[in-house]
T-cell receptor, first 114, second 114 residues
Framework: AQSVAQPEDQVNVAEGNPLTVKCTYSVSGNPYLFWYVQYPNRGLQFLLKYITGDNLVKGSYGFEAEFNKSQTSFHLKKPSALVSDSALYFC????????????FGTGTRLQVFP | EPEVTQTPSHQVTQMGQEVILRCVPISNHLYFYWYRQILGQKVEFLVSFYNNEISEKSEIFDDQFSVERPDGSNFTLKIRSTKLEDSAMYFCATLGALGAHEQFFGPGTRLTVL
């Protein structure tokens, strides 16, 4: 079965410091990986995706993610965190055997302190 | 930029009552999904819909749930007889034509069953 794990419930970082939100995956076949962000009382906003090609993908709001096939990881990164980045972040993998539904991780709450 | 919209934003109902949650997908999208997020938990797939029929459903999507596109634009989720455990945030998502990858999510409907 395909799955995604986000090992950290919460990540705390000071504004201006680099941030990393971890994600590992387990899939059959090629992984299609996504990061979404959820602000309070809002829906899920697409940040970035890995389909194929370069292992480092760039997305919205200065975020990027690094695909590592050997470690089955897709960590979300940003060189310099902003207080406004504080939100809930979800990693997801596309189900390659069904109807392309997304399988989500449990989410990581990012708290950026001024 | 086109977006997915959902109504109502918040629905409060009594246990045993029927509710209909509505979604207006992005106009040229072909694949539609419902997900739910129980408070504090991860986003879970409910059902996918393509070409006017259900293409996949999860074990959560039992006989109390149904979906349809009544007028070719709106995409609805009906819960026939709500239970307390149906209280959650319900998200509609859409996917464009073949070859598209990221799903676009609506802002969600918060359903509270009393």
């Amino acid at each position: 079965a395909q799955s995604v794990a986000q090992p950290e419930d919460q990540v705390n970082v000071a504004e201006g410091n680099p941030l990393t939100v971890k994600c590992t995956y387990s899939v059959s076949g090629n992984p299609y990986l996504f990061w979404y962000v959820q602000y309070p009382n809002r829906g899920l906003q697409f940040l970035l995706k890995y389909i194929t090609g370069d292992n480092l993908v760039k997305g919205s709001y200065g975020f990027e993610a690094e695909f590592n096939k050997s470690q089955t990881s897709f960590h979300l990164k940003k060189p310099s965190a902003l207080v406004s980045d504080s939100a809930l972040y979800f990693c997801a993998v596309r189900d390659n055997w069904g109807t392309d539904k997304l399988i989500f991780g449990t989410g990581t709450r990012l708290q950026v302190f001024p | 930029e086109p977006e997915v919209t959902q109504t109502p934003s918040h629905q409060v109902t009594q246990m045993g009552q029927e509710v209909i949650l509505r979604c207006v997908p992005i106009s040229n999208h072909l694949y539609f999904y419902w997900y739910r997020q129980i408070l504090g938990q991860k986003v879970e797939f409910l059902v996918s819909f393509y070409n006017n029929e259900i293409s996949e459903k999860s074990e959560i999507f039992d006989d109390q749930f149904s979906v349809e596109r009544p007028d070719g634009s709106n995409f609805t989720l009906k819960i026939r007889s709500t239970k307390l455990e149906d209280s959650a945030m319900y998200f509609c998502a859409t996917l464009g034509a073949l070859g598209a990858h990221e799903q676009f999510f609506g802002p969600g409907t918060r359903l509270t069953v009393l």
